[in-house]
């Protein structure tokens, strides 16, 4: 109960200051108060500033996970915390696009490390089969900084022009100050490793440990070469990885463009931010309930893969429908959104699930990540202001990379199948 708590608050924080440009975007529009309006920046540009961020998460991630388990989780991930809460608060002061882009590039360097840190640190707590659910609690957390984020903004679009501030500027100032004061509650409370926490008795101590030797990681352990090694040779590992892709093109660009889609489908101003809340909020409820059922039923690759044909093909109905379906195709957003946000902990935990040493955890998992931020820069471009309020290349791009993942995830799984048949009653067996 200490762990996952802590964490959920953490990723909401991140994700808030993380995809709050895409709610400053169209914040205040109607009376040309708007981010773009007021740096007088293209729609390219823009793209330029969201896309920076992913170059600065491709470039940090895995070396923050080795500072991870290097300096300890609670110390690295308050550092990051305060730093990125810092370029949060710094946005509120750009002037211009080259203030945007190179703020946006150090807000992904300080919150590169943490999903992937995240899950790294349940592998040192937890068994595969308990895994899934918990970094579904997590990612759903992202669920709820969406709804929380199209909340918050409602309300804060009402403050534009106090202090001659415009509604973005206070967006970012107020979003990234509870990341920098939570910053001092993590590097003080957050538990590191079983082995060394001090609210844990000798028997607890033990007990911990014990229940997760050969399963899990140890925080004692040291990483070796030959184990990176052996990792980054591991072609399944990378079919895991190159799946992944698939999963975060949709991941991506509905948590930066949710409120441009819902300004498209006839939502205006200020309300264009609360009709993001649903889709969240669903998303939450779905998230954890297919994590739920893949951990409980060891049923890992079956949830991603039915996750993201339901996400694909509420896709290609949200592109094929008359650009005049606005409700039809909110309704279906409520359904894409959630499914496409619930792909990734069971695709993350079931990579965890067979993975068989501390070194290749330190590894694969960033590198996961790492390869997932392929598919977020194609995100980045994939809604085009020129086809509001439709959006057909953004809906069919996410929609054909979402069933494609689900058909290489079901090959995968028929690989371990496959496998599995071929290894005697003692020899451990691959997880599915």
């Not at 997590?138 to 009402?158: M, P, T």
């Not at 352990?221 to 799946?243: M, N, Q, S």
Request: aromatic share 12%; charged share 15%.
């Amino acid at each position: 109960m200490r762990i996952l708590p802590a964490a959920m608050i953490i990723h909401l924080l991140c994700f808030l200051d993380r995809s709050n440009i895409g709610n400053a975007k169209v914040l205040n529009k109607d009376v040309g108060h708007s981010l773009t309006q007021t740096l007088h920046i293209t729609a390219q540009q823009y793209l330029v500033a969201l896309m920076i961020f992913t170059v600065a998460f491709i470039l940090i991630q895995t070396p923050s996970n080795y500072m991870l388990k290097k300096f300890r989780p609670s110390r690295w991930m308050a550092l990051m915390m305060f730093c990125w809460g810092g370029m949060t608060m710094l946005l509120a002061a750009v002037r211009n696009f080259g203030g945007i882009v190179g703020v946006r590039f150090l807000l992904g360097a300080f919150e590169s490390g943490l999903f992937p840190g995240q899950v790294y640190i349940l592998t040192f707590w937890y068994r595969p089969e308990e895994r899934a659910v918990r970094i579904a609690l997590i990612v759903a957390a992202s669920s709820l900084g969406g709804a929380f984020g199209g909340a918050i903004a409602y309300g804060i679009g009402h403050l534009d022009g106090v202090a001659g501030l415009e509604g973005w500027r206070w967006l970012f100032l107020l979003e990234g100050i509870p990341s920098c004061l939570a910053a001092v509650l993590c590097a003080l409370f957050f538990p590191d490793y079983p082995e060394t926490v001090s609210w844990l008795s000798d028997d607890e101590r033990a007990l911990a440990t014990q229940r997760i030797k050969g399963v899990a990681s140890l925080g004692h352990d040291k990483i070796t070469w030959k184990e990176a090694k052996a990792t980054l040779v591991d072609w399944r590992l990378y079919a895991h990885h190159v799946a992944y892709i698939s999963n975060s093109v949709a991941f991506s660009s509905n948590s930066l463009f949710a409120p441009t889609i819902v300004a498209g489908l006839g939502y205006k101003g200020l309300d264009a931010q609360l009709f993001t809340v649903p889709p969240y909020a669903i998303g939450f409820v779905v998230t954890v309930t297919v994590a739920w059922l893949a951990d409980r039923y060891e049923m890992r690759s079956i949830a991603t893969a039915c996750s993201m044909t339901t996400a694909g093909i509420c896709f290609i109905v949200q592109g094929a429908l008359p650009a005049d379906a606005f409700k039809t195709r909110y309704a279906f957003l409520c359904l894409a959104l959630p499914f496409s946000f619930a792909c990734n902990p069971p695709s993350l935990s079931w990579l965890t699930a067979n993975l068989r040493s501390t070194g290749a955890m330190t590894l694969a998992i960033p590198l996961a990540i790492v390869f997932g931020q392929f598919g977020q820069i194609i995100g980045v471009y994939i809604y085009k202001d020129s086809e509001e309020p439709g959006f057909p290349t953004g809906h069919f791009t996410n929609a054909g990379f979402l069933l494609e993942g689900a058909g290489l995830l079901l090959s995968l799984r028929f690989f371990y199948v496959s496998r599995n048949k071929r290894l005697g009653p003692d020899e451990r067996k691959w997880r599915l």
